[in-house]
């Protein structure tokens, strides 16, 4: 018996949860730095997303992508 999908199986949840979490975790240390630095809230929490978008985005189009 193989396991085909291992920890993050075929259904998107659990990925969903992991990346729900580590923007969570990120936002929460790095936004208030930010912002005590001077950086407003709405462009510290928006550096974050994009901080965190763009290798989850690489992520997921390179899971997608057939072998």
């Known amino acids: ?3 085909r999908h291992g920890l993050m199986g075929s259904g998107g ?3 969903v ?3 729900v979490l580590v923007v969570g975790l990120a936002a929460g240390i790095g936004v208030p730095y930010l912002v005590q630095a ?3 809230l ?3 929490t928006l ?3 994009v901080v965190m978008g763009v290798p989850t985005g690489m992520i997921m ?3 997608r992508r057939p072998d």
């Open 1 to 3: 018996m193989t396991r």
């Open 13 to 15: 949840w659990t990925r």
């Open 17 to 19: 949860v992991a990346l």
């Open 38 to 40: 001077g950086v407003p």
């Open 42 to 44: 709405w462009a510290a």
């Open 47 to 49: 550096l974050v997303l």
């Open 61 to 63: 189009r390179a899971e």
